[in-house]
Nanobody, 118 residues
Framework: VQLQASGGGLVQPGGSLRLSCAAS????????MGWYRQAPGKQRELVAV???????NYADSAKGRFAISRDNVKNTVYLQMNSLKPDDTAVYYC?????????????WGQGTQVTVSS
């Protein structure tokens, strides 16, 4: 599975961005896709995930502001981010996973920088 992320950039506080992640390869094996982020000096954390069945899960920090969605025709997952705050500044990573016996196989895209600053 190969993941290509795009859509990061510089935005002012209160602004919006939409991240995209296009999947290719053995996509039939994917059970879910999502976004993680890593700020300087911090661990990578989950932002949002959407399963192949359409169930979504969000970090508390993302609830009410971010929305994850998927286009099954384009094999692409989107993260719409609204009301952005400086604390949202991080490198955002696209993730896809496949559930296997005993855990998950994770696939990662390259990071895309999101900077929220005036």
């Amino acid at each position: 599975v190969q993941l290509q992320a795009s859509g990061g950039g510089l935005v002012q506080p209160g602004g919006s961005l939409r991240l995209s992640c296009a999947a290719s390869g053995s996509i039939f094996s994917i059970d879910g896709m999502g976004w993680y982020r890593q700020a300087p000096g911090k661990q990578r954390e989950l932002v949002a995930v959407i399963t192949s069945g359409g169930r979504t899960n969000y970090a508390d920090s993302a609830k009410g502001r971010f929305a994850i969605s998927r286009d099954n025709v384009k094999n692409t997952v989107y993260l719409q981010m609204n009301s952005l705050k400086p604390d949202d500044t991080a490198v955002y990573y696209c993730n896809a996973y496949r559930v296997v016996l005993g855990g998950r196989n994770n696939y990662w895209g390259q990071g895309t920088q999101v900077t929220v600053s005036s």
